[in-house]
Nanobody, 129 residues
Framework: QVQLRESGGGSAQAGGSLRLSCAVS????????MGWFRQAPGKEREGVAT????????YYADSVKGRFTISQDIATRTVYLQMNSLKPEDTAMYYC??????????????????????WGQGTQVTVSS
């Protein structure tokens, strides 16, 4: 079983930066995809970025492409989301998620929240204008 714990959320001004961290247990053996999702009040949870645990192939939502960067440190079992040029619309609860290898062992990580079976508790990000 994969356990996830997010940290690094907080408040920032538009144009500022924040770095989210996700501590992962059993990384990278239990999951072949790691991801960050977010959910704003009144909206559906949406994918932000994903990364393959082998090869570090990355995928980004169009809304964050060029501003956010997902990365991982296998040695420390940590997945990061560097968020630059923050916008007020980035305000949301951010969740770290893992896709079990047993569900899909392909080296491909579409941002389908249905396939990410493990989730952290979330960390709030608030961006002021």
């Amino acid at each position: 079983q994969v356990q996830l714990r997010e940290s690094g959320g907080g408040s920032a001004q538009a144009g500022g930066s924040l770095r989210l961290s996700c501590a992962v247990s059993r990384y990278p053996y239990s999951s072949n995809c790691m991801g960050w999702f977010r959910q704003a009040p009144g909206k559906e949870r949406e994918g932000v970025a994903t990364i393959t645990t082998v090869g570090s192939r990355t995928y980004y939502a169009d809304s964050v492409k060029g501003r956010f960067t997902i990365s991982q440190d296998i040695a420390t079992r940590t997945v990061y989301l560097q968020m630059n040029s923050l916008k007020p619309e980035d305000t949301a609860m951010y969740y770290c998620a893992a896709r079990p290898t047993s569900i899909d062992n392909r080296d491909y990580c579409p941002m389908s929240k249905t396939l990410f079976g493990y989730w952290g508790q979330g960390t709030q990000v608030t961006v002021s204008s």
